[in-house]
């Protein structure tokens, strides 16, 4: 089992240019979440969705965009990076009953 | 909203002694509590969770952790710490009423030979 797979691994980005963070679950849980992770913050959320056509905000939300077309993906976007998007993105996936599955993670840098 | 405190930032334990990794949350409904560990340069590994069944909850590597609905905690333990407990620990709450999954700050845990 793959089990929660992100796309890409690294990223290096300039300052305004836009991208795309794939994560792609095969457990077929309902729910997805995205996290950043930065020094002494902890894993904050940005966007999560529970369901299908769903998507809701999350403690962080603001320069991201998520959508989730299918069941088994979830895509966060970044329409024009900044500096402070620098960071190690996770995304999750989970049912109402189980702990979260986390993906290794998307190491960001924007320059 | 739901949230945790993590009460410490760092905690340096002797190895072989016992580890105390404090957590508190704030909840007005039953929540869902989950220990994750994050090794360096690693993804997160769940620990263990509690779901509303036993208050003692049992996880892997020797760790456990008890509910106190009184005291609004949610500590993590280990009889005996091994240098391959080194890393990074977080306290994990799920709200029931938007299934939000909210992380505390962290607590690195440090093993001293």
């Known amino acids: 089992n793959a089990g929660v797979t992100q796309t890409p691994k690294f990223r290096v980005l300039k300052t305004g240019q836009s991208m795309t963070l794939l994560c792609a679950q095969d457990?077929?849980?309902?729910?997805m979440y995205w996290y950043r992770q930065d020094p002494g913050m902890g894993l904050r959320l940005i966007h999560y969705s529970v369901g299908e056509g769903t998507t809701a905000k999350g403690e962080v939300p603001d320069g991201y965009n998520v959508s989730r077309l299918k069941k088994q993906n979830f895509l966060l976007g970044l329409e024009s990076a900044a500096p402070s998007q620098t960071s190690v993105y996770f995304c999750?996936?989970?049912?109402?009953?189980?702990?979260?599955?986390f993906g290794q993670g998307t190491r960001l840098t924007v320059v | 909203a739901q949230s945790v405190t993590q009460l410490d930032s760092h905690v340096s334990v002797s190895e072989g002694t016992p580890v105390l990794l404090r957590c508190n949350y704030s909840?007005?409904?039953?929540?869902?509590l989950f220990w994750y560990v994050q090794h360096p340069n690693k993804g997160l590994q769940l620990l263990l969770k509690?779901?509303?069944?036993?208050?003692l909850v049992k996880g892997i590597n020797g760790f456990e952790a008890e509910f106190k609905k009184s005291e609004t905690s949610f500590h993590l333990t280990k009889p005996s710490a091994h240098m391959s407990d080194a890393a990074e620990y977080f306290c994990v709450v799920r709200d029931p009423r938007d299934d939000k999954i909210i992380f505390g700050k962290g607590t690195r845990l440090h093993i001293l030979p």
């Open positions: 509690y779901t509303s069944a036993a208050t």
């Open positions: 457990m077929n849980h309902e729910y």
């Open positions: 999750a996936s989970s049912t109402s009953i189980v702990a979260a599955f």
């Open positions: 909840s007005s409904y039953s929540p869902s």
